[in-house]
Nanobody
Framework: QVQLVESGGGLVQPGGSLRLSCAASGRTFSSYDMAWWRQAPGKEREFVAAISINGDITHYADAVKGRLTISRDNAKNTAYLQMNTLKPEDTAVYYC???????????WGQGTQVTVSS
């Protein structure tokens, strides 16, 4: 089993930047595809970005391409989401997601709030 803990959220002005981190427990982090999802008030949870186990493949939602960058450090059991040129519509709770490539077991973090406002 994997436990995911997000951090790095907060309040930022439009055009600003934040870096979210997702720290995973356990010694099999490199067996998990990682992703970030978000949920704005009154809306369904939506996909943001994903990264393969060794970081060579990434996917992004159209709304964040060119502004948000997903990465991972398998030695630190941590995934990241660098968020630049933030917009008010990026305001949401951001969730870390992990899926084991061998068992398909998946896990969610508890979420971290990102608010973009002047």
């Amino acid at each position: 089993q994997v436990q995911l803990v997000e951090s790095g959220g907060g309040l930022v002005q439009p055009g600003g930047s934040l870096r979210l981190s997702c720290a995973a427990s356990g010694r099999t982090f490199s067996s998990y595809d990682m992703a970030w999802w978000r949920q704005a008030p009154g809306k369904e949870r939506e996909f943001v970005a994903a990264i393969s186990i060794n970081g060579d493949i990434t996917h992004y939602a159209d709304a964040v391409k060119g502004r948000l960058t997903i990465s991972r450090d398998n030695a630190k059991n941590t995934a990241y989401l660098q968020m630049n040129t933030l917009k008010p519509e990026d305001t949401a709770v951001y969730y870390c997601y992990a899926k084991n490539i061998f068992t398909s077991n998946d896990y969610w973090g508890q979420g971290t709030q990102v608010t973009v406002s002047s």
